[in-house]
């Protein structure tokens, strides 16, 4: 009987130890799985992330294409503004120039008949002269639009840095864009490597 109580007793305590065991490793079941659920979370956060990066950086070189198509439409109407300015200087240059030589003929047709029309010669000295107040002041307004066209150029080409500068921007965002998808990804593969060596 006795052999028979201390069998029993030690199936009793080796039970108790397998319950005890059982329980541990049930618990450490739930553990892993909490953690598998977790890495699951971490996943699926990790996934939103990269595709909100993804469409950032979709986003972003959209926006820095659109600002290069802009500047150069800019740039085109910068270099028709001044094909424009070089003709209009052009042609003031020989508007000038054809007025100056008109004067110098009528200078000279005036000393040719000067013995013979002193009076009207004084007459039309006058008429001359006032001709020439009228070019002159001809020639201030049409240099007056001039200085206004090459006001015109250079904010133009203020306008144009700004838009370089805006472009480097634009590149910046995109390069950081990218190193964090690439970051974040790392970190989630060094949680997934971690998690598979601890189980």
Known sequence: MNVLRDQTMA???ELQQRQTEQEKLLAQRDDVSSQLQEVNRANSRLLEQ???LGQEKDKLQQELEE?????DKRKDMLDEL?????QEKSRHKKELSDARLQHEKKVLGMRARYEKELCGLHEDK????EEIHSQLRDEKA???ELESLQQTVEELQAQIQSMEGTKGW?????KEAE???EKSALEHQEQVQLLANNS
Not at 67 to 71: D, I, N
Not at 82 to 86: H, K, S
Not at 170 to 174: D, M, T, V
């Open 50 to 52: 990269l595709t909100e």
């Open 142 to 144: 049409r240099t007056r």
């Open 82 to 86: 001044a094909i424009d300015v070089a």
């Open 179 to 181: 190193g964090t998808a």
């Open 67 to 71: 600002t290069r198509k802009t500047a």
């Open 170 to 174: 634009f590149e910046r965002r995109l």
């Open 11 to 13: 199936l009793n305590v």
């Open 126 to 129: 006058n008429r001359t002269e």
